[in-house]
Nanobody
Framework: QAPLVESGGGSVEAGGSLRLSCVGS????????MGWFRQAPGKGREFVAV????????YYADSIKGRFVISRDNAKNTVYLQMNDLKPGDTAVYFC?????????????????WGQGTQVTVSS
């Protein structure tokens, strides 16, 4: 089983909202930065957002800034991605990832643990 399990994906119309969740299994990720990435068909994996271990800092890709919000609940070993005003260009498989430490990173190779992904489809 993957160490991280995503849920909450689905199909919505443009302008709609979805909330993705990612639960850590087999251990806690309290002192890990948690990130979201996405991969559209035929494209590479793209950084979306990352949050510090204590929820005191976050960083977003320009393409989703102002529309998506990342947060985490360490008591539940869960990180969330609230996605609002979705656009067809947001269609992708969304992956949760974790990396140890206290520095926010936006490069996928910096992350040690990954989930299997959840599909988000936005229609126009």
């Amino acid at each position: 089983q993957a160490p991280l399990v995503e849920s909450g994906g689905g199909s919505v119309e443009a302008g709609g909202s979805l909330r993705l969740s990612c639960v850590g299994s087999g251990g806690t990720f309290d002192h890990y930065a948690m990130g979201w990435f996405r991969q559209a068909p035929g494209k590479g994996r793209e950084f979306v957002a990352v949050v510090m271990w204590n929820n005191m800092g976050s960083y977003y890709a320009d393409s989703i800034k102002g529309r998506f919000v990342i947060s985490r609940d360490n008591a539940k070993n869960t990180v969330y991605l609230q996605m609002n005003d979705l656009k067809p260009g947001d269609t992708a498989v969304y992956f949760c990832a974790a990396r140890p430490g206290y520095i926010l990173k936006y490069v996928s190779s910096e992350y040690n643990y990954w989930g299997q992904g959840t599909q988000v489809t936005v229609s126009s």
